[in-house]
Structure formats: structure tokens, C-alpha cells
């Protein structure tokens, strides 16, 4: 028996070992790209210098839904804040637009017929 519990310890502790090296390594991707200020380069050539803010709105939320099939939900929901904040929009709006973009990524994940990596993974684990 005391066999049989470690053996399901370790399986448990290597599946969470895992998942938390995968969500460290996105993190990490995020940061390197902030730190490369290739987001905020990114942002600066394809927006506009006027865009109203319910066209940002709707564009941050489009590219959340659509880029939450591509990457897990942290890591779009981080890319998305991330395209947000090199703006230099208030505090209320930064968390307006940090919102938008938590429901997008999870709305994404669940509408599109691919689902998110996440689910895949699941999916895939059986």
C-alpha cells in the first residue's frame, strides 16, 4: 500500500513539476518579448496614433479571443495587458482593458472549434 501512494505522489508531483515549468517558460517568453520592447514596436506600427477607445477595446478583445488558441491562457492573457500598457492609458482603463482581455482568452478558448492549448493538453492526456 505504502508502495501504491508513493508511486501516485510522484506521478502527481511530476504532472504539477511539469504544468509549472510549461506556465514559467510562456511567462518567461512574455517578459523576453517586453524586455526586446518588440510588443510595444509591434503596437506603435500596426495601430494607429488616433484610434478611439472603443476601437481599442474591440481590437484588444479579437486579438485575445484569437490568440488564446494559439498560446494558454496566462500566456495570452499576459501578451494581451502587455500590448495595453505601452499606451500610457489611465489606471481605471488599464484594468478595463485587462478585464476585456481575461474574458476574451477564456472565451476564445472555448469557441473556437481547436479550443486552447490547455485543453488540448487535456484532451490529449486522456
Not at 26 to 34: C, I, R, S
Not at 64 to 81: E, P, R
Not at 93 to 98: N, T
Not at 108 to 116: H, N, Q, R
Request: glycine fraction near 4%; hydrophobic fraction near 55%; aromatic fraction near 10%.
Amino acid at each position: 500500500a505504502t508502495e501504491l501512494v508513493n508511486h501516485h505522489l510522484e506521478e502527481n508531483i511530476a504532472e504539477i513539476a511539469s504544468l509549472w515549468l510549461f506556465l514559467v517558460a510562456a511567462m518567461t517568453f512574455v517578459a523576453y518579448l517586453n524586455k526586446k520592447r518588440m510588443i510595444e514596436s509591434l503596437i506603435n506600427r500596426m495601430l494607429p496614433s488616433k484610434l478611439s477607445e472603443r476601437k481599442l477595446l474591440f481590437m484588444t478583445g479579437l486579438f485575445a479571443f484569437f490568440f488564446s488558441s494559439l498560446a494558454d491562457n496566462i500566456t495570452a492573457t499576459l501578451v494581451s495587458v502587455a500590448m495595453i500598457l505601452p499606451l500610457g492609458l489611465p489606471k481605471e482603463k488599464v484594468i478595463k482593458f485587462a478585464v476585456l482581455a481575461v474574458f476574451a482568452v477564456n472565451s476564445g478558448g472555448v469557441a473556437l472549434i481547436t479550443g486552447d492549448v490547455t485543453t488540448l493538453m487535456i484532451f490529449l492526456d486522456g
